[in-house]
């Protein structure tokens, strides 16, 4: 007789999931998330780069611009052609990487995220991309409550409002049991390891 796995339940291994990377600039507040884009920029891709070598998957969850015909190749191709694709190129998908498009915040809401890291054996996640008082904020809180562990390296994350930002990341911590470090000391766990 098999047993029932429910979201989060299902595994013990890590997935780095990249949150909006994927993204024009052309919104309102852009020209204030922009400067912490850049920083955040090179720790987010040493990260992926860890995650790949590990063979950890990275899962792109991304807004989809309002446009519901897009599909993953037509957010980048769009992304690449904005004013700003030096901030996206060096974090595009590779071949392994999968791709999930949202339409709100929280990278659970509305999609197949929560299957997905069932059938992965994923009970633990790595949240980096933009914006942490915002989708990284709503989506940690969306994993605690399906019982997956959360992970938000402090580095690797971009924000509009510092301030806030801040406050998010306590929240994570005190509300949600999240664990927030710096990208260098996030621990990726293999399934059945």
Known sequence: MGTTEKPGDAGDGSALIVIDMINTYEHE???????SVR?????????LAR???????????NDNFGQWRSHHGEILDTALAGPHAELVEPVRPDGSSLFVVKARHSIFFETPLAYLL????????????????QCVLYSALDAHIRHIEVTVPTDAVAHIHESLADAALEMMRRNMGARTVEAKEVGFRRRGA
């Open 29 to 35: 507040d852009a020209e204030l998330l922009i400067p």
């Open 118 to 133: 069932g059938q992965l054996g994923v009970g633990h996640v790595v949240l980096c991309g933009q914006v942490t008082e």
């Open 39 to 47: 920083r955040a920029l090179p720790v987010l891709v040493e990260l």
């Open 51 to 61: 995650a790949r070598e590990r063979d950890v998957p990275v899962i792109y969850v």
